[in-house]
């Protein structure tokens, strides 16, 4: 019987700490835009006994994702998925960190709901910063949830006029991630 598997974006140390503490025993598919980085995260874990197998993946891009997902599938039924990847607005410029922290992840979410085993997991990092800015009213939370991934990124909400600096990309991004999650019916295979 082959192991369970478990998608991984970002080798950085928040989705290592998560993998490590619960990806003992699976097969770990480690996705991030720096093989280098990604290798080197995916040595330390396989030096402690973890079976980490590093790909190249830019949560930006769909195609990658569907990469990834296709090398996970190679060891079986995709049953975990953690999504650690993203930027930050002292890294990014606006279109960046929409592009990768909110469309990447609405993008992950519809793809991995796709082709998750029936019982499996998944955890996307947030942050509280979706909550320290000004609210949104009902209709933009909700276009937020349901818009369809490729329609997200055309909202009058995430237009440029409307995003003041990369730190409000950034709170934007992270509100529709986890609107998107608490949601699910936009990413779930089973709705």
């Known amino acids: 019987m082959g192991k369970d598997v478990m998608i991984v974006t970002g080798a950085g ?6 993998a490590r503490r619960v990806g003992f025993g699976k097969k770990i598919i480690l996705g991030d835009k720096s093989m ?3 290798q080197s995260i995916a040595k330390i874990m396989n030096d402690a006994g973890y079976d980490v197998e590093p790909v ?9 994702i569907l990469a990834m997902l ?6 079986g039924e995709i049953k975990y998925m953690v999504n650690g990847a993203g930027v930050s607005p002292s890294q990014a410029p606006v279109e960046t960190i929409l592009k990768v922290d909110l469309y990447g992840t609405a993008v992950l979410l519809e793809e991995v709901g796709r082709v998750i085993a ?6 996307t990092i ?8 000004p609210q949104l009213t009902p209709e ?7 818009a369809p991934t490729e329609e997200l990124l055309k909202l009058d909400i ?4 409307n995003i003041h600096d990369t730190l409000h990309a950034y709170q934007m991004a992270k509100r529709c991630n986890e609107k998107r999650v608490m949601y699910g019916g936009t990413w779930r295979k089973d709705k």
């Open 56 to 64: 190249e993946m830019d949560l930006s891009s769909r195609k990658s």
């Open 36 to 38: 280098a980085n990604c």
């Open 126 to 133: 947030s942050s509280q910063s979706g909550w320290r800015m």
């Open 140 to 146: 933009q939370d909700r276009q937020l949830a349901t």
């Open 158 to 161: 995430l237009q440029t006029d």
């Open 118 to 123: 029936k019982g499996g997991a998944g955890v």
């Open 70 to 75: 296709a090398k996970g599938q190679e060891y």
């Open 13 to 18: 140390q928040i989705s290592m700490a998560i």
